[in-house]
C-alpha cells in the first residue's frame, strides 16, 4: 500500500465505513478471517449501527453543499455527519457557538435564531437518511421487556 497524501484531514464514519467495506470487513467475524483485523470487523459493525450505516456519498456531498449558507466551521459538519442531530438540543451540543453562528442568515442578515436552528435541522432530515433502527434487544440492554399491568391482572 502507498499513501498518497498523509493526513489529508479528518475522515468521517461514512469515509471509515466505505474503506472497511473496500478492504472487505464483514459483520461476521469468522468472514473476515485474513481479510482484515478483528478489530477491523468491530469498528466495522459499530459504524453500521451509527448514521453513517445509511448514509450514501450523494448524501453526503449534498450536505456539505447545503450547509455552505449555516456558516458552519469543518468540524462542525463532521460531528452533523456523524451523529446526524435531530433536535434543538442536539445541534446546540454538536455545534460550537450555534446560537452565533444561527443569528444571522446566509446574507448576514440578523434572524431569529431558533428558527435558524429549526431550518438547518429540517435540511439535516431531509440530505442525510435516518440511522439504521436498533435492535429491540439492544435498546433495553438485552433484559426481558416487563409486562404490562393489564396481563398481571389474568
Not at 447545503?66 to 433536535?87: C, H, I, Q, T
Request: hydrophobic residues 35%.
Amino acid at each position: 500500500m502507498k499513501i498518497l497524501k498523509e493526513n489529508a484531514g479528518p475522515l468521517t464514519n461514512f469515509e471509515v465505513l466505505d474503506f472497511l467495506r473496500s478492504r472487505g470487513a464483514k459483520i461476521d467475524p469468522m468472514g473476515c478471517l485474513g481479510a482484515v483485523a478483528a478489530s477491523e470487523c468491530k469498528v466495522y459493525e459499530y459504524l453500521l449501527k451509527t448514521p453513517a450505516g445509511s448514509q450514501t456519498r450523494e448524501s453526503i456531498y449534498e450536505f456539505v453543499k447545503r450547509s455552505e449558507g449555516f456558516r458552519l466551521a469543518d468540524a462542525d459538519k463532521l460531528n452533523v455527519m456523524n451523529w446526524r442531530p435531530s433536535s434543538a438540543a442536539d445541534a446546540y451540543a454538536m455545534i460550537e457557538e450555534c446560537g452565533r453562528r444561527f443569528n444571522r442568515d446566509e446574507h448576514l442578515e440578523a434572524c431569529n435564531e431558533d428558527e435558524r436552528v429549526q431550518e438547518f435541522l429540517d435540511m439535516v432530515k431531509e440530505v442525510l437518511p435516518p440511522p439504521p433502527p436498533k435492535a429491540e434487544a439492544e435498546e433495553d440492554g438485552g433484559a426481558e421487556p416487563e409486562p404490562k399491568p393489564d396481563a398481571m391482572q389474568e
